[in-house]
């Protein structure tokens, strides 16, 4: 079998795109650092990054809704090169973006045990165990195929807004009967500063939004794509935006901003919100949150294994990576090869991660790195839209330059050290040497290996 079967309906699209762009951690970032302006702040966010972002993958997924997204559209904008450039900065950056999530969640799955285990948040040994079984669990869902592995990113999906809305609830009937814990009127509504450590924040929650981009790469895997990926934009959009912005609004009712824990906020708003109602009966939701936290971020982890393991499939196809790569499992059909290569390179930074003092301050930089190396490919994508759109109108122009700034400013943002790095010049180096030595590497490949495709060599939609 030379196609990947096609398994993916609009349900399965918009609980993917929720699984994977939806971090309801941010919303404690959000509200911790910006207070009440944090809601006009995402609103901001979604107008310059998400609405154009959406506009944008929309139109392309219309153009060439096939496997591999973002590496088709800019290889059609910009040649070959260029298309393999994008893709391997945006796999590159995913190779981090995993071990960050599974040690996020593995916090979370001590906090859901109670009291007796919170303890267990600051053990590296049940840190890796959790973070590796759950890396594991993704990669084979996903190997078994799509059919398969979808589903832990549909309970991913589901196990996002659950939360969301158990927290949605809580906090509206603590609101109406105790009050919000955060005094809100129209001044603080607005930043009080625009510092560059508020910029900073800025772009983060910008990065909040990011992702849209990632179904399409599942193209060949999804039913009608073209008109399955345009109506799960529209439908996970509004949901999205929805619960970052009505998320953050019930935490500022829970919680005063300066107590919020940015790494288990959740879980202690929705202990707080319980406390305040005085319901006995209220007591486990606090668990119950977190437990449904730690399955929301493996089908996360699941969704940008899925997504980002169909750029080297097609890479591999197009002759810039090994030709393994473009293999599909005699059984399984699934691009298998880079789902292992995958979790094999994950499971080294998980480790990397958890051992050292000095090797954690690398892991920082590598990661902070990996942020400028997601926005290079988003980049590229507003570029291409705006090379390959159909309609050519101020508006859709419009659409393409304010995405592409947003992106521009996010990048630069990229290379601010946090405000505590003693050595601020030396973080920068690393950086900016991190960025240009894995893009150049990106470039040394693709200059090695891509050819034009043959009919052949390239799925088709």
Do not use: C
């Not at 979604?46 to 997204?69: K, N, Q, T, W, Y």
């Not at 002759?319 to 499992?329: E, K, S």
Request: glycine residues 10%.
């Amino acid at each position: 079998m030379t196609r990947l079967p096609r398994v993916m309906g609009l349900r399965d699209v918009v609980l993917f795109n929720i699984s994977a762009i939806v971090g309801l951690r941010w919303l404690t970032t959000a509200a911790s650092q910006f207070g009440p302006a944090s809601l006009s702040v995402w609103l901001v966010a979604m107008l310059i990054f998400f609405l154009p972002s959406a506009v944008a993958v929309r139109e392309l997924s219309e153009i060439d809704p096939g496997a591999g997204g973002l590496y088709r559209w800019v290889r059609s904008a910009f040649g070959p090169v260029n298309g393999f450039v994008a893709a391997w900065g945006y796999w590159v950056n995913n190779l981090l973006y995993f071990p960050s999530l599974l040690v996020t969640t593995a916090a979370i799955a001590a906090y859901a045990g109670g009291v007796r285990f919170v303890h267990l948040g600051d053990d590296s040994r049940f840190i890796a165990l959790v973070s590796l079984a759950g890396l594991w669990l993704a990669v084979g869902m996903n190997v078994v195929g799509l059919r398969v592995g979808k589903r832990l990113q549909n309970i991913g999906g589901h196990a996002t807004w659950v939360p969301f809305l158990i927290f949605m609830v809580l906090a509206v009937w603590a609101l109406v009967t105790r009050g919000s814990a955060t005094p809100v009127t129209a001044p603080p509504l607005l930043p009080a500063t625009f510092d560059l450590q508020s910029i900073n924040l800025f772009a983060t929650m910008t990065f909040a939004f990011a992702g849209l981009e990632l179904a399409p790469t599942l193209g060949d895997e999804i039913h009608d794509p073209a008109a399955t990926l345009r109506r799960g934009i529209v439908v996970s959009g509004i949901a999205i935006v929805t619960m970052y912005v009505l998320g953050t609004a019930a935490m500022l009712v829970a919680l005063p901003p300066e107590t919020v824990s940015i790494t288990n906020g959740m879980p202690q708003a929705t202990a707080a919100l319980a406390d305040r109602l005085g319901t006995r009966w209220l007591a486990p939701a606090s668990s119950v949150v977190a437990i449904l936290l730690v399955l929301g971020n493996l089908g996360g982890v699941g969704a940008w294994l899925a997504g980002s393991a169909r750029l080297p499939f097609v890479a591999g196809l197009d002759g810039a990576l090994p030709r393994a790569f473009g293999r599909i499992h005699p059984r399984w059909h699934t691009p298998h090869v880079g789902l292992l290569v995958q979790g094999g390179i994950a499971t080294l930074f998980v480790i990397a991660s958890l051992v050292g003092t000095t090797v954690k301050n690398a892991y920082l930089v590598l990661t902070q790195t990996t942020i400028v190396l997601f926005f290079i490919p988003y980049l590229y994508v507003f570029l291409a839209y705006l090379r390959l759109r159909r309609q050519r109108t101020v508006g859709s122009a419009l659409v393409g330059w304010i995405g592409s700034a947003a992106v521009l400013l996010s990048i630069v943002l990229g290379f601010v050290p946090p405000a505590d790095e003693p050595r601020p010049w030396l973080y920068e180096a690393k950086v900016v040497g991190g960025v240009i030595g894995f893009m150049a590497l990106g470039v040394v490949l693709a200059g090695r290996g891509v050819r034009h495709p043959t009919p052949a060599s390239m799925p088709q939609a």
